[in-house]
Each structure stands twice: as C-alpha cells, then as structure tokens.
C-alpha cells in the first residue's frame, strides 16, 4: 500500500545535494523561530566533514521533523514551497521525516539544504491515508454492518406488523358476515359477540402499538445508518488519497543543532496582478499607483506568515542550465524528448492534485470556520472555478511576456496567510508616486464622449504587468480600466473619466456625399465633426479622426479635403491642438473619395451575415463574458463601406 520514490536519480539534483550538504556554510533562510540556532563551530565547516558517512540502518525508525512554511514563490500555474525545521543530528546517522504533505508534490523538483551536518539521502515516499486493514476501517465497516441489519430488522417487524393488521381486518370481515348470517336465523350469543368484538380490538390496539415501535426505532437507526455509511464512504475515499513523506538521513562530525530546508513545487496555485490609481483634484499632478498580486492557491497546504513572492518566469526553465543545442529543421525529436522529461514529473503531480484536492482539503478544513465548512463542496467548486479563470488568463499573459523576451519578480511587501482552499488573497508587491499630466482627448468617430487621460512615465522602479486598474478620485471609487506590460521608464496615458463638459458630433454630409456603383465603385464622402465646450471655463484638449490608408492595389484613396488643414500621419491619423472659450463650438470636415471593387462589399456582408449566425462564446463558456446590450461597432474598412452604402 506504499509507493516509494527515489527523488536522486537525476544528475543535476545529485549534483545540488552535493553542493548544498557537503559545501554549505550557512542556512539559506533565516531558521523559523522554534528552530534551535547551530551549535558553535570549533573547527569543522558546517559540521559536514563525516568521514565514512552512512546510510540509516534499515528498519530505523524517522523522527517527524515539526516544520513550518517560510518561503513560497508563486508561477502562473504552480508554486514553490520552502518549508523549515529544526533537527538535532549526531554522529550517527539519523533518518528525519516531513509527514502529511500533499499526495501532488512533484517529486523532481525536491531540494533539501541544512545549516549543520551532511546530507547523507534523501527519498520521497507517498503512502495513502487510509487502509481496509486500519482498525478504523474495520471498526466503521462493523458498526454500519450492525446497523444495517438493525434497519433490516426494524422494517422486517414493519412489514410483519403490517400483515397481522391485514389479517385482523380479514377476521374482522368474516365476524361481521357471520354475525349478519346468525341473526338472520335468530342464532346470536351475546356473550359470543361480546368476545369477537374484543378479541379484533385488543389485537388491532396491540398490532398499532407495536407498529409505532418499529416505526420510531426504524427512525432513530436511519439517520446513524446514512451518518455511518457516509462515513464509511469517506474512509473508502481516503483509500485512493496519498500523502507525501520526504526522509532526509543527516549525519554530523559532531552533535549540533542544524536547521533543514525543504523545498519543492507543486501546482493549485496561482496569482494575477492588479493595481490602484488615485489622484486628488487639488493635487492632478501626482498621482499613487499601488500594485498588487492576488493569489489563489488550492494546494491543499495553508500558506500561514510565509515570505511570498510572484514570478512572471517558465518554473521549467528556472530549474535548468541554459544551453543551446542544435537548431535542425524538420527534426523534432530531441525537442519532443527534452520537453517530456521536463513535464513528466509535475504531469504525474498535476494528475494527482486533480484527482485528490477536493477530497484532501475536505479532510483538513477543521481550520475554517463552521458555516463554510457546511457548504464545503459548494465554496471549494466556486473557488476552483475562479482558479481555473485566473491560471488560464496569467499563463497566456506571462507566455506573451516571454515571448518578447521579458520576465518579472515581485516580493510582497508584508508577510500574509494564504489559505489552501482557494480564498483570494491580495498583497502588495508595489507603491510609488508618478507624476502625471493631465489631457483630454476626443475622438468623435469611436465615442461621442472626450476621454480626460493621465500621461504618466513608469519610474517606479519595476515593471506595471498587464492587468486590471481601479481608479479612485479624490477617494472615491470611479471605474476600472486596464494597462498592457509597461516596462520601466516606458511612457503609458490611463484613461481616468469622461470629460462631459465636452459636446460631441459626427455625422455624414449626405449632400456632399455620393455613390456610382459599378464594376470599380465610387464612394465621395464628406464628414462634419462639431466640437462644443459646455462649460464657464476655456478648456484645451486633442481632436482627433482619420482618413483611410489603403494597403490594396484595388482600392485607392483620393480627393483629400481637410477643413481646417491637417497633415495625416503615415496611419492617416489626423489630430487638432484645440482650445475652447467658454460655448465656443467649432466644426471641421472631412472629405475623400474611395474606388473599390464592388465584390468587396459583397464579401464583406457574407462574412458579417456568417458572424452572425455564429452561436456567442459565452453561450457555452461560462467564463466568457456576456456581450453588451448594444452591439460594438466595426472599425474595418470593408464593414464600413458597407455601411455608408446603407445610408447612401
């Protein structure tokens, strides 16, 4: 009913146990604070000059090492858990144990480091929680075998007590006909009738009595058999729920006091980034960003006061040497080997965590409190749904950022609990002040509401990952909006509300507008785009619209008006520096003739017709957001000929 694993088969963890148990001067970590502090040092290096070191003799017996959590760095997709204990070694050898971890710690990801002593082995061993031999198990299957035949035996008098009152009432039956028969005949016996009567009540009174027996000693088993047979029915699950042991044998030059560190991944466990903005009125100029990293974490582990940490980085790649190898075409055989060993041994944990998180954290949520453990497996899904959510959005995200060369580490800034069943945990991994220049900028052709930004310049000292931005003004919670990676010392513009004091308009010239269908369409269409200020004051902000660019030969672009003139950028991006007096409005055109082929249109309404019909994603995805009530409108060039040919 044990499994063991050898957790020193690969040459690269060989060579870190070396270089960590026979060259270690000092603990990696401060020891937790019931660890004893490392006797003196009168000569020897760390006591790990152990001439003849051996192994533990077999059969010996492991001293449960008591350890604590210190350290965890969290990926997208699984952590690293660095656990502490304090050990008294000697000059023999000693085989130490870490019991009751997780059945879905990775097995080649185990490093183990001590302050005093010499790594003599190290092995990972997972046994399961529970056997049909434990004298529990036995007990829990007698007592629901009792109780079984106790609800047997109470239904069993049931159903006889349930016949004998048929039989009474047969007999009742037959005395009444007989006694209808004699007094016909003039043959009746009082005293004779007298008996019948009492014999059927006494019998009928006696079987009704001993019915409501049977009936509330049936009801007084039922709820100990279900509470017995689901009991029964966990302990059969704990059958298939494994635990992980790690056994380190420690042997000293000399008896000393060593602090033991044991490290390993795991997955259940993720994180995303999100921050804060606040700015004051009376102060536009500055303006507080906070970061912060949200951990969900269903490892089956309770992270209680560890020191955290959020990594953007591959955890496959930050445990191998980098090197290159040969960049052959068409020959993906070596990749294929290379990325199967990486993968195997988290593959074997991430099936085990799946198979075995929801039972292992029922077993240990004694320390939650009484109401969500009632509605355990209700909390549990709800929180693993939202794990899920988040992993697979922070996996694509730090891929991406990968991708373009680029990884990031935080450390919060206070050490925080984080439970192990899957409650959201918020730390903040970043604070700084920012200068900012406020602007407003207005483009009537994608919203009819100027958008009043803050243009800023990342100088805190560490890159802004992508992700969710809660904006407050003067305290006061305003909205949400998102950033995209921002390295530092990159200059980024957040959007912070709606300037309303702003009047918006765009509309199309119909009079100065035209449509010649033919085989080579011609479109002439003149834009009238109105700014208006509303309010007691001047206000200055960027007007901004655009002509369009062609990138195909059959489609050319001419007959470019602008009122008043502006320079297009190389994206025909047109932008005006304006101020408004107080009710100042102003208006500007814009003119261009477009040729195309009139199968563009065509295609482009088959493509929106099939669009169309396609079912929404968030009709089967239930993480997918639900569209909006009014439909996006399209930027595409075809879908907007399309559409101006609608209204011409």
């Not at 699984?78 to 502490?84: L, N």
Request: neutral net charge; hydrophobic residues 40%; charged residues 25%.
């Amino acid at each position: 009913m044990m499994k063991r694993i050898v957790a020193m088969g690969s040459l690269v963890f060989a060579v870190s146990m070396l270089a960590i148990g026979c060259a270690q001067t000092k603990a990696s970590t401060a020891p937790p604070k019931h660890a004893a502090k490392p006797a003196a040092d009168d000569g020897g290096p760390a006591f790990a000059d152990v001439e003849g070191a051996s192994d533990a003799p077999p059969g010996a017996e492991a001293t449960t090492l008591k350890s604590e959590v210190t350290k965890v760095t969290v990926y997208s997709d699984r952590a690293q858990v660095t656990r502490q204990a304090a050990a008294d070694v000697t000059t023999e050898p000693q085989l130490f144990a870490f019991r009751k971890l997780p059945g879905w710690v990775d097995d080649g990801s185990v490093r183990v480091s001590v302050s005093a002593g010499r790594i003599v082995d190290v092995r990972v061993e997972r046994s399961f929680l529970a056997r049909t031999t434990d004298a529990t198990y036995r007990k829990a299957e007698e007592e629901l075998k009792n109780l079984a035949e106790q609800l047997a035996a109470a239904t069993d008098e049931i159903a006889v007590l349930d016949a004998q009152k048929v039989q009474i009432e047969a007999i009742k039956a037959f005395s009444l006909e007989k006694i209808t028969k004699d007094t016909t005949i003039g043959d009746v016996s009082v005293q004779s009738y007298s008996d019948v009567l009492t014999f059927i009540s006494d019998s009928l009174r006696k079987t009704a009595k001993a019915r409501r027996e049977a009936q509330a000693k049936l009801e007084e088993i039922l709820p100990k058999h279900t509470a017995s047979q689901r009991k029964l029915e966990d302990m059969k699950a704990l059958l298939m729920l494994e635990e992980t042991t790690v056994l380190v044998t420690l042997q000293s030059s000399r008896p000393a006091s060593s602090t033991v560190e044991l490290t390993y991944m795991m997955p259940g466990a993720t994180w995303e980034p999100m921050h804060e903005l606040r700015v004051a009125t009376s102060d536009s100029k500055d303006v507080e960003v906070t970061s912060f990293a949200v951990v969900t974490q269903t490892s089956g582990e309770d992270w209680g006061k560890a020191e955290l940490s959020f990594s953007t980085q591959s955890a496959i790649e930050s445990v191998r040497i980098p090197e290159l190898e040969a960049l052959t075409l068409g020959d993906t055989t070596s990749a294929t080997r290379t990325l199967t060993s990486k993968m195997s041994s988290f593959s074997r944990a991430q099936q085990a965590f799946v198979g075995q998180s929801q039972l292992w954290n029922k077993v240990h949520q004694n320390a939650y409190a009484a109401a969500e453990a009632a509605n355990f497996e209700q909390v549990y899904q709800s929180n693993m749904q939202y794990l899920q959510v988040v992993q697979s959005k922070t996996v694509q995200i730090f891929e991406t950022l990968r991708s373009r060369g680029t990884t990031a580490h935080f450390k919060a800034s206070t050490m925080a609990s984080v439970r192990g069943d899957g409650h959201p945990t918020r730390m903040r991994i970043g604070s700084s002040k920012l200068g900012a220049k406020q602007k407003i900028v207005a483009v009537p052709e994608q919203s009819l509401n100027a958008a009043r930004t803050l243009d800023m310049v990342n100088s805190t000292g560490q890159s802004l990952l992508p992700g969710k931005v809660s904006l407050y003004q003067d305290g006061a919670f305003i909205g949400m909006t998102e950033i995209d990676f921002i390295a530092d010392g990159e200059s980024f513009s957040l959007f912070l509300n709606v300037a309303d004091h702003l009047k918006l308009s765009r509309t199309l010239d119909r009079k100065q507008s035209s449509l010649v269908h033919r085989q080579v369409s011609k479109m002439l269409v003149t834009f009238v785009v109105t700014a208006e200020n509303l309010s007691a004051e001047s206000t200055s902000f960027t007007l901004a619209d655009r002509i369009p660019v062609s990138e195909n030969r059959e489609i050319r672009i001419g007959s470019v008006k602008i009122t008043p003139a502006s320079n297009p950028d190389s994206q025909g991006i047109l932008r005006w520096e304006l101020t408004l007096k107080s009710k100042e409005r102003r208006e500007f055109r814009i003119s261009y003739q477009v040729e195309y082929p009139s199968a563009l249109i065509i295609d482009a309404r088959r493509r929106r017709s099939m669009e169309q019909a396609m079912p929404s994603p968030s009709a089967n995805d239930p993480y997918t957001p639900a569209p909006m009530a009014a439909p996006a409108r399209s930027f595409n060039m075809d879908d907007q000929l399309d559409d101006l040919e609608e209204q011409l």
